[in-house]
């Protein structure tokens, strides 16, 4: 962003020594913030980044990575990057770090704008996957989006990167949600409090998902029967019947969250990233379980394997269905001659 001359990288106090930042000409300054353990970011914030600052954050804690947007102000633009747990948090911190450098915020904006022109004709919406034969429904009257980050960071809030998302909200009034949902793939978990332990705790018994899809039957917005469509995935359907008994509230589905980002990597760990990736396809979709601060936790699930269409429509909006063609490999004829040598 213009208009900041001053760079600011904020590492966790175990990250400390293991980032530098290369000189670069488009800021006067670039310095190193190390956060002692227990401080968050808004102390960091109130003492020790100045204004006209953009200030990049990684970190594992989770009082580190977000914080009021009062407390930013208008004169910072923060990005925070959570690390993941145990011995790979370099190498996917890393490959997190190469996304953003890839990142291109035009193209996930106009996906997300011709996602918006597209829903706003729809009237609803379709969501199919062929392999577990799962289909569910969602009707409105006018869409309505409750989160838009389109992959530019902007002054005045703390936003998680990668940074390429859209939110369909899915619990306005005139809005039903009913059928089948087919999840899988990498979950996300956020928190109403800072608990990276028991959201760690929460992602490791939903990434069965990753390998293994889960049937979850909704009506009129919320789920009301979890099917294993493998054996694989019980242990995650437990975890969620859990879940929504502590709490209802988290049982109810509240939007579809598209990513944008085709720089994005899928990460085998509690990451925003595998909300903003975009897979293969154009745009992927992921459905929104819980409404934070309302509910504890909120659960983003990936639905992979299904294809998001308008209603009434044969167009893919969003989902495998939107992937690129898989390009035709071709094939090298092996000839057996007493003078080729390759026998």
């Given at each position: ?11 966790e106090?175990k ?5 530098r ?6 800021y006067?300054?670039c310095?190193?913030?190390?956060a002692?353990?227990?401080?968050s ?5 109130r003492?020790?980044?100045p ?13 580190l990575?977000?914080?009021?947007a009062v407390?930013?102000g ?17 190498d996917q911190l890393r490959t997190?770090?190469?996304s953003?450098?890839?990142?291109d915020p ?5 996906g997300?704008?011709?996602?918006a ?8 919406l379709v969501?199919?996957d ?6 569910a429904?969602?009707t ?5 989006w409750?989160?838009t980050d389109?992959s530019a960071f902007?002054?005045?809030t ?7 998302r859209?939110?369909l909200?899915?619990d ?12 899988k793939?990498w979950p996300?978990v ?5 608990d ?5 705790e929460?992602?490791?018994r ?6 293994y899809?889960?049937v979850?039957?909704v009506?009129?917005?919320?789920v ?11 242990k995650?359907?437990?975890?969620l ?5 502590a709490?209802p ?11 944008l ?12 990233s595998n ?8 745009a ?8 934070l601060?309302?509910?504890n936790y909120?659960?983003?699930l ?5 294809t ?6 044969s ?7 939107t992937?690129?063609p898989?390009?035709?490999?071709r ?6 001659a007493?003078?080729?040598g390759c026998?």
């Amino acid at each position: 962003m213009t208009g900041r001359n001053r760079f600011v990288l904020v590492l966790e106090e175990k990250f400390a020594n293991s980032f530098r930042i290369e000189p670069s000409s488009r800021y006067e300054e670039c310095v190193t913030v190390t956060a002692e353990p227990g401080r968050s970011l808004t102390d960091l914030l109130r003492s020790d980044i100045p204004v006209g600052s953009n200030v990049l954050v990684i970190a594992e804690d989770d009082r580190l990575l977000a914080t009021p947007a009062v407390e930013v102000g208008p004169g910072r633009t923060v990005a925070s990057v959570r690390a993941g747990p145990g011995h790979l948090a370099l190498d996917q911190l890393r490959t997190i770090l190469e996304s953003l450098e890839k990142s291109d915020p035009a193209t996930a904006r106009q996906g997300a704008e011709e996602l918006a022109e597209a829903l706003r004709v729809a009237g609803g919406l379709v969501l199919e996957d062929p392999l577990t034969e799962s289909l569910a429904k969602m009707t409105f009257a006018t869409p309505t989006w409750s989160w838009t980050d389109t992959s530019a960071f902007q002054p005045g809030t703390a936003q998680s990167a990668p940074a390429g998302r859209l939110r369909l909200a899915a619990d306005g009034e005139g809005t039903v949600v009913t059928g089948q949902i087919a999840v899988k793939g990498w979950p996300v978990v956020r928190s109403r409090t800072p608990d990276s332990a028991r959201c760690q705790e929460l992602f490791e018994r939903l990434s069965p998902l990753s390998h293994y899809p889960l049937v979850l039957t909704v009506e009129d917005g919320a789920v009301t029967d979890l099917r294993a469509a493998e054996t694989g995935s019980a242990k995650a359907a437990e975890a969620l019947k859990q879940l929504f008994a502590a709490d209802p509230g988290h049982g109810r589905i509240t939007g579809l969250e598209f990513g944008l980002n085709t720089a994005a990597p899928q990460l085998p760990f509690n990451s925003e990233s595998n909300a903003a990736s975009t897979g293969k396809a154009k745009a992927s979709v992921h459905l929104v379980l819980g409404s934070l601060p309302s509910t504890n936790y909120q659960v983003l699930l990936d639905c992979a394997t299904s294809t998001l269409m308008a209603l009434g429509g044969s167009t893919a909006l969003a989902g495998p269905g939107t992937a690129a063609p898989a390009r035709p490999r071709r094939r090298m004829n092996r000839v057996i001659a007493a003078g080729c040598g390759c026998h």
